[in-house]
């Protein structure tokens, strides 16, 4: 157990729909970084936030978003779902900007 | 954009034998993160380098932050079964301290036993 808590594990959902994805940070850890894993892209940078704000964007569409809360949890939304937004999203959290990241495990997401 | 680059992509080896990683960019970059992926599963952090020219281990492994600072290696000696899995490099660059980390795209280790 890395200590970061993705939910769900395992999203299946149809072309047009909206998701939301949670992270739980591991304690002390204020930065939350989301990542996209498809088979053709590798590990896409989508947007980090560091205790509640956006520190940093990558290459996040339009139709996703996501957010920062006080107690530090972080939720990434996905909406009008297509089917190549089928990917492993991977959430991880830092101290600091400085250090390496810890992953959670994960949410499969399937769009059909 | 900074791009990193991973050779191998994939390699088979017998069990006992080291294998050799690396990593490279054209840009500088100011950490060398090496995580390791086994299926279904989350990167797993394996050794972190934040100075140009050091050189870390970890158990079986070791890991160079190249001087230039465009470049970073991975050695894994005495490889055992369980080192299978992909490995990933990663790097933050040198633009600004808020720099995202971004990956390269793995190279896929197969342990024959």
């Known amino acids: 157990d890395s200590g970061v808590t993705q939910t769900p594990k395992h999203l299946i959902t149809a072309t047009g729909q909206r998701v939301t994805l949670r992270c739980s940070p591991r304690s002390g850890d204020l930065s939350v970084y989301w990542y996209q894993q498809s088979l053709d892209q590798g590990l896409q940078f989508l947007i980090q936030y560091y205790n509640g704000e956006e520190r940093a964007k990558g290459n996040i569409l339009e139709r996703f978003s996501a957010q920062q809360f006080p107690d530090l949890h972080s939720e990434l939304n996905l909406s009008s779902l297509e089917l190549g937004d089928s990917a492993l999203y991977f959430c991880a959290s830092s101290v600091a900007d400085n250090y390496g990241y810890t992953f959670g495990s994960g949410t499969r997401l399937t769009v059909v | 954009g900074q791009q990193l680059n991973q050779s191998p992509q994939s390699m088979f080896i017998q069990e006992g034998e080291d294998v050799s990683m690396n990593c490279t960019s054209s840009s500088i970059f100011n950490t060398w993160l090496w995580y390791k992926q086994d299926p279904g599963e989350g990167p797993v952090l394996l050794i972190a380098?934040?100075?140009?020219?050091e050189l870390t281990s970890n158990g079986r492994l070791t890991a160079q932050f190249g001087i230039t600072r465009k470049d970073s290696f991975l050695n894994i000696s005495a490889s055992i079964p369980s080192d299978v899995g992909i490995y990933f490099c990663a790097g933050r660059g040198a633009e600004t301290s808020y720099d995202k980390v971004i990956f390269g795209p793995g190279t896929s280790l197969s342990v024959i036993p």
């Open positions: 380098l934040y100075k140009a020219g």
